[in-house]
């Protein structure tokens, strides 16, 4: 019972000490960068779209099973999502 109540306390201590570490706030960093309000957007980076060509397909019975049984990640609209980014 004694070491449940250590552990209990150590895992408190930690989780309070990890939440004080999370209190800072950034403002801009390598990952999370705000662009300020009423300044144009000069690049998008759209990564691992999964995007698959038509001509790869035929819309036979397997590739439908594939996107209704599946995660299919949009794959039948693959090129109006590439698109869409032009």
């Known amino acids: 019972m004694k070491i449940k109540k250590i552990f ?3 895992m408190s201590f930690i989780l309070i000490i990890s939440l004080i570490g999370c209190i800072k706030k950034f403002t801009c960093g390598i990952i999370n960068c705000q662009i300020k309000s009423g300044e ?3 690049f998008f980076i ?3 779209p999964h995007h698959l060509s038509k001509e790869t397909y035929d819309e036979g019975k397997a590739f439908e099973n594939f996107l209704t049984t599946g995660d299919g990640k949009l794959l039948h ?9 032009t």
């Open 40 to 42: 144009d957007i000069t």
């Open 46 to 48: 759209a990564s691992d």
């Open 77 to 85: 609209y693959s090129g109006e999502i590439i698109d869409a980014f």
């Open 8 to 10: 209990l306390i150590l």
